[in-house]
């Protein structure tokens, strides 16, 4: 069984910054993948950013040049940078943690609230 726990989030006034945090425990294992998915109210989730073992990332469109995700496989922990935050980021923030390639859903956090408002 694998815990993942989300931290930092909160209101921010546009054009902030705002960092987010998730450690992964549990039984032994490694990692493939770890990510940021969000979810706003009335919309369908959407993932974020990625990065995989090797240090390989990948944004979405909308956060390019604002956010920046990092982490390290053996701590098993991943960081989101927002920058430049705008309204639209409002959403429920889920870090995700895929131990294998062959397991697209991976083990999710609860989620951490991120509010961009003035």
């Known amino acids: 069984q694998v815990q993942v726990v989300e931290s930092g989030g909160g209101l921010v006034q546009p054009g902030g910054s705002k960092t987010l945090s998730c450690a992964a425990s549990g039984d032994d294992f490694s990692i493939y993948l770890m990510a940021w998915h969000r979810q706003a109210p009335g919309k369908m989730p959407e993932v974020v950013a990625s990065i995989t073992s090797n240090g390989t990332t990948s944004y979405r469109d909308s956060v390019k040049g604002r956010f920046t995700i990092s982490g390290d496989a053996a701590k098993k922990t991943v960081h989101l940078q927002m920058n430049s935050l705008r309204p639209e980021d409002t959403a429920v923030y889920y870090c995700?943690?895929?131990?294998?390639?062959?397991?697209?859903?991976?083990?999710w956090g609860h989620g951490t609230q991120v509010t961009v408002s003035a």
């Open positions: 995700v943690i895929r131990p294998r390639a062959s397991d697209p859903d991976g083990f």
